[in-house]
């Protein structure tokens, strides 16, 4: 016997329609491109993503076409993230931070048919254009005053593309598993691949970022996504902020400590969200001011590498904010784990507490969870056995676009994350490494992401990596190398010995580099397999 309810199409069009209705008059406050604070509300988002769809349509858009996006987190890019789907083509955004070549290799693979971009990427589109096979113009996001003088073939300005067009527009009724939009992973190996994002996944995904026991995403809050709608959509927000009708700031270019410091406090951010290189940068900036606090702000969702632990404490004792830690990947919408308390850790010794908040954190409703060995059998969940974490639901990629890298789900459906892991009892997920980076040393596991943590709670550490350097006897040490804050100084011995006090004997690194900078993805990860070929044949002391 079937059911007898309704089968609405769960379309993000619907979002944007329901932000203008019970939300209209909430505010989306941007840094914009060309410097002037932006306020508007959700009510002119709404019409001008009308007027986006009517533009695109008056290009020849059709369902499923590509359109392309180097953008900043503005009001702009947001219109965009709803005019484009919500007419049927599918958003592509493009992260600016990668090479030119990637960018050009991304936007043919894509087939990208228009681009829109914000004047901050204009000399970078000219440079690579003429490679670009497939895009029949450009919009340059911004206003007439502004506009550029560009070599850009068919460049047209944002402003007077849209200010043209009807703000009515019936957003078509399309299957809810059609394509709404792309977003290619950084590809640390081989080329970019592409994830291919539906409606009904995007909506099912806000769903679960709303959840207090997720994000906790609600009318209530003021969100400010520092983590760039080029990556990973922003952790979701976009679309959540859509569905709760959160007032929203976009900080524009602006991801230095004194910029995001003078948004959350002039906007009274209440929840905010970065990779932790940004709160790096926002506590240096604290730290520096002292009379700066944080006052408004409650909670900070630090993930796309792991919060140290020094940075949570950080966070939660000098400036009273809860840090939820939060794991996912591009391929996961990318939501899959949040570390929320359970009730039965409330009032628990901080000490205690801490050891939860270090891990990932549990799965949201959606997400399942395996840890598997090399054999694919499945390990215990009892917060000491490690092995390749697999994932599947409704918001996980069954399959790169184009059919790249090939078959990526096993018989159950499962999808191999490349993350190794434990599951604890209480289902805290806590990533021991990347598989490529975990150091086998002499037959045991050391995860570099352990070591990296508990280099950066020394005082004088800034930024840590740690590599497995080839050795004779065994197999791989590690190697740590570590930027040291500014005016701080710590010798290599004094480090060795504050890390021998924090890991087993055999786990201390076999040595320190003292460097001036470190590699990093274009999404602010450590760029290891750079570091890799950089010390490749590096001569440890033990060796
Ligand atoms: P990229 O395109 O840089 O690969 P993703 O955001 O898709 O960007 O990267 C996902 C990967 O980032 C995960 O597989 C995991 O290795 C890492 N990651 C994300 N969040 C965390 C976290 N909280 N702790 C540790 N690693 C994380």
């Known amino acids: 016997m079937r059911g007898l309810m309704q089968d609405r199409p769960l379309l993000i069009s619907s979002l944007i329609e329901y932000a203008n209705q019970y939300h209209g008059d909430v505010e989306l406050v941007s840094r914009s491109v060309e410097g002037p604070i932006h306020r508007y509300t959700y009510a002119d988002a709404y019409k001008r993503s009308k007027q986006v769809a009517n533009a695109l349509a008056g290009f020849g858009v059709r369902e499923g076409d590509r359109i392309g996006t180097l953008a900043w987190n503005t009001y702009r890019h947001f219109e965009l993230y709803y005019g484009i789907s919500g007419m049927g083509a599918v958003l592509h955004t493009i992260n600016p931070r990668l090479f030119p070549d990637q960018i050009t290799y991304i936007a043919n693979h894509a087939e990208d048919r228009f681009i829109f971009t914000d004047l901050t990427f204009v000399p970078l589109l000219e440079q690579i254009a003429d490679k670009l096979t497939s ?11 502004n506009m550029p003088e560009t070599s850009l073939p068919n460049a047209v300005c944002y402003e007077t593309l849209i200010g043209k067009q009807s703000a009515d527009f019936d957003w078509p ?12 992973t950084s590809g640390t ?41 080029f990556h990973a959509n922003a952790w979701g927000t976009i679309y959540a902020a859509a569905m709760c009708g959160a007032k929203m700031v976009f900080p524009g270019a602006g991801m230095d400590g004194p910029s995001i410091y003078q948004l959350l406090d002039e906007e009274k951010v209440s929840l905010t969200l970065a990779v932790p290189t940004v709160w790096l940068g926002l506590l240096q900036h604290l730290r520096a001011e002292s009379n700066k606090k944080l006052p408004y702000m409650q909670r900070v969702v630090i993930g796309g590498s792991a919060a140290p632990q020094s940075m949570i404490e950080a966070f939660e004792k000098d400036y009273d904010v809860q840090v939820i830690h939060a794991w996912g990947m591009t391929e996961m919408s990318p939501l899959g784990t949040t570390g929320n308390m359970r009730a039965k850790h409330a009032g628990r010794p901080y000490d205690e507490q801490i050891a939860v908040k270090v891990k990932q954190g549990r799965a949201l409703y959606g997400v399942d969870l395996k840890i598997v060995d090399d054999d694919g059998n499945e390990l215990p969940r009892d917060g000491v056995a490690f092995g390749r974490l697999l994932v599947r639901g409704p918001w996980i990629t069954n399959g790169y676009f184009k059919g790249e890298g090939g078959d990526v789900l096993d ?16 289902g805290y997920m806590q990533i021991t490494d990347r598989s490529k980076d975990v150091i086998k040393s002499g037959g045991e596991w050391i995860s570099s992401i352990d070591l990296e943590n508990d280099a950066v709670g020394h005082p004088a550490v800034q930024e840590a990596a740690v590599i497995g350097v080839a050795h004779p006897k065994w197999d791989e040490r590690p190697l740590l190398l570590v930027i040291k804050q ?13 890390m021998a006090g924090k890991v087993a004997k055999w786990q201390v690194p076999d040595d320190v580099v003292f460097v001036d900078e470190l590699p990093h993805t274009a999404t602010g990860k450590l760029l290891k397999t750079k570091l890799r070929d950089e010390y490749e044949g590096y001569r440890l002391p033990t060796a």
């Open 135 to 145: 895009v029949e113009g450009y919009v340059v996001m911004t206003d007439e005053a």
């Open 486 to 498: 500014d005016g701080a100084d710590v010798s290599k011995e004094e480090l060795l010995e504050y």
């Open 189 to 229: 190996t081989g080329n970019p691949k592409g994830v291919m994002y539906s409606h009904r996944s995007t909506v099912l995904h806000s769903f679960a970022v709303c959840t207090i026991d997720g994000i906790g995403m609600s009318s209530h809050e003021v969100v400010m996504p520092v983590v760039p709608m």
């Open 173 to 184: 009724k399309l299957d809810e598993s059609a394509a709404s939009s792309l977003c290619y």
């Open 411 to 426: 018989a159950d459906s499962w999808f191999d994350t490349g993350d190794v892991a434990t599951l604890d009892p209480d």
